[in-house]
């Protein structure tokens, strides 16, 4: 090896060299890149980022049917409290009147409560200085069968924002 010449040595020896120095650049580079993916996966997660990315996918995909479950209850619910909205008291008139000569202060009074449908009832109280007396009419898709005074008119028209209908015709030859 004496003999050798010393550029046969450096020619042999270039390979090694570079490699060496290839290696501590890929040694980097996985450092570096190992650094990023810590940043990237800050809980301490040892999974690789295709799994983990798998794995956030299939969380995205059950919070959606999640979410999507949540508002078919949602407008299901919305659904039964219209149905039952539509049959509750909705609309309120309330008239306040003096019924007698004698009486001031106005204690009598007359209100209509009625649903959606402009069924309900209108409860009418004539207050005198020794009685009272309440009245209770229905009211059926906003008219009703008896006779309304004008103050149970009034009521009703303030429940359903405008004139009411009259009643119907009472046949009185059957």
Not at 68 to 81: H, V, Y
Not at 122 to 140: M, N, Q
Not at 149 to 157: D, F, G, I, M
Request: aromatic share 6%; with cysteine.
């Amino acid at each position: 090896m004496g003999d050798t010449p010393l550029w046969i040595l450096g020619l042999v020896a270039a390979p090694g060299v570079l490699a060496l120095g290839l290696g501590c650049a890929l040694w980097f580079a996985v450092r570096r890149l190992r650094s990023v993916q810590r940043v990237l996966m800050p809980d301490g997660a040892t999974e690789n980022l295709i799994d983990r990315q798998k794995s956030l996918q299939l969380s995205t995909h059950r919070i959606d049917d999640q979410i999507t479950a949540l508002r078919d209850e949602f407008e299901e619910r919305s659904r039964l409290i219209d149905r039952t909205l539509r049959s509750t008291v909705r609309f309120q008139g309330l008239v306040r009147y003096d019924a007698y000569r004698d009486i001031g202060g106005q204690q009598s009074w007359s209100i209509a409560l009625l649903d959606e449908a402009r069924n309900g009832t209108v409860i009418t109280s004539l207050h005198a200085r020794d009685h009272a007396r309440v009245y209770l009419k229905e009211i059926f898709g906003g008219a009703s069968e008896q006779r309304l005074s004008p103050e149970e008119l009034s009521a009703v028209e303030q429940a359903l924002g405008g004139p009411l209908k009259p009643p119907p015709p009472v046949d009185e030859g059957s």
